[in-house]
């Protein structure tokens, strides 16, 4: 095996698994890292298929432990970081912002430290891949898209705490020299998601006959992709994206969430064997999310001019794929469904009715 060495933080969530298992299946000669400090979100049982492989390593530490950040890169001295851990759900951002501020702020800048740190002003061949959201340009109205020039108006503490992480990503390249790619993407779905998120949730809902908790109106719009064209669009960001641009990453896929709903609740009823409108009756209008984005939806063409990227997963394909994987791997939800997350549950949704 050559040196050549790569740390995704943030490997055993949702994303940064599919991620850590592409590279480690595609790159056999390059030792990947997995930065993870395990937190509710973060769940081995992601990576068990390729947990013996020879050029995966998985070091269980928190970004915000500067000196374990320290060892971990003097041990490894990486050619490249794919940086994915944080704290990701908007509605535990409203709970505790605090939290956000520490992981996606303050770990962040740990992380672009250690980086500079250990690469000490040689940059050749180095790349700090930052993966961030479109949640950081705020909402759109009825029509347009976000681009890589939109200005950033994040609403929510994760959105605000995802921008402050990309200006200290970008002011590092610009002040230090540090050789940086964003990744600003729309909203994944697939198999591994933690069902706290819309699609999981309501998946794990569904299957237990609960309430599926729509906010507001139901006529929020997301752009979804696919999390395997995600990894796709960051395994080409990171090795042929340019140091100190921004890609903007999204499906070409925008739905309302009602309508979402409405055809996943079609395709689980199809699957359970339950007769036509069974999960449709389980819609339950609750209190709007405070801050609530109305529209997103990406420009994703600079990354498919320049770099040839497009998603190839149909939303159809994506979904029956989905939830297939849930039906399946009804285990996996126990498992991230029992203790903690009650709490978060209750305290999330019992108000909101
Ligand atoms: P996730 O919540 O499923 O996983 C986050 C991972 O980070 C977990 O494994 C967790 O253990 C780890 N982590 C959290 N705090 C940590 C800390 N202090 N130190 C080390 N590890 C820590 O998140 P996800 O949905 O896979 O998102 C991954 C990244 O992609 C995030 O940065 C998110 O902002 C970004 N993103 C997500 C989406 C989406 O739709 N899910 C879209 C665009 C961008
Ligand atoms: O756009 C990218 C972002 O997508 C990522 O940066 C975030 O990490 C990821 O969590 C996701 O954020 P959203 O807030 O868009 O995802 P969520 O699944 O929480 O919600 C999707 C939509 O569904 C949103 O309009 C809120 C709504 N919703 C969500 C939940 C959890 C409901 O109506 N009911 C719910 O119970």
Redesign the pocket.
């Known amino acids: 095996m050559s040196s050549k060495s790569i740390i995704i933080t943030g490997g055993a969530g949702f994303i940064g698994s599919h991620l850590v298992r592409l590279f480690v299946n595609k790159y056999p000669d390059t030792r990947i890292i997995n930065l993870d400090a395990l937190t509710y979100a973060g769940n081995l049982e992601n990576l068990k298929d390729i947990e013996k492989t020879p050029n995966y390593i998985f070091e269980k530490a928190d970004i915000l432990d500067t000196s374990a950040l320290e060892k971990i890169f003097s041990i490894y001295n990486p050619d490249g970081v794919i940086h994915l851990a944080a704290e990701?759900?908007?509605?535990r951002s409203i709970l505790s912002p605090l939290d956000f501020v520490y992981t996606n702020v303050v770990g962040t800048v740990n992380l672009l430290n250690a980086a500079k740190k250990c690469w000490n002003g040689d940059y050749n061949g180095k790349k700090f891949h930052h993966v961030s959201?479109?949640?950081v340009f705020g909402a759109l109205g009825e029509t347009g898209f976000f681009t890589e020039v939109t200005n950033y108006d994040p609403h929510s503490p994760?959105s605000a705490s995802?921008a402050a992480s990309d200006h200290f990503v970008r002011a590092y390249h610009d002040t230090y020299g540090l050789p940086v790619v964003i990744t600003n993407?729309?909203?994944?779905y697939g198999p591994n998601h933690f069902p706290?998120?819309?699609?999981p949730?309501f998946i794990n809902n569904i299957i237990n006959k609960k309430p599926l908790?729509?906010?507001g109106d139901?006529f929020?719009t997301?752009d979804w992709l696919y999390v395997k064209d995600h990894a796709s669009a960051i395994d080409l960001v990171y090795h042929k994206g340019k140091a100190g641009d921004t890609y903007a990453v999204g499906g070409f896929n925008e739905w309302r969430?009602i309508d979402l709903v409405k055809l996943l609740c079609k395709l689980m009823d199809k699957k359970l064997g339950n007769a036509e409108g069974t999960s449709e009756s389980l819609i339950t209008y609750v209190k709007d999310?405070p801050g609530?984005d109305r529209r997103?939806a990406i420009d994703a063409s600079k990354i498919n001019k320049e770099l040839g990227w497009k998603p190839t997963v149909t939303f159809e394909e994506g979904l029956a794929k989905t939830t297939e994987w849930y039906l399946e791997n009804k285990e996996w939800l126990e498992n991230v469904t029992s203790g903690d997350y009650q709490q978060y549950y209750e305290k999330q949704y019992e108000k909101s009715h």
């Open positions: 990701s759900h908007v509605d959201t479109d949640e994760y995802k993407c729309s909203n994944n706290e998120k819309l699609i949730l908790p729509v906010y139901g929020y997301r969430n999310r609530h997103y």
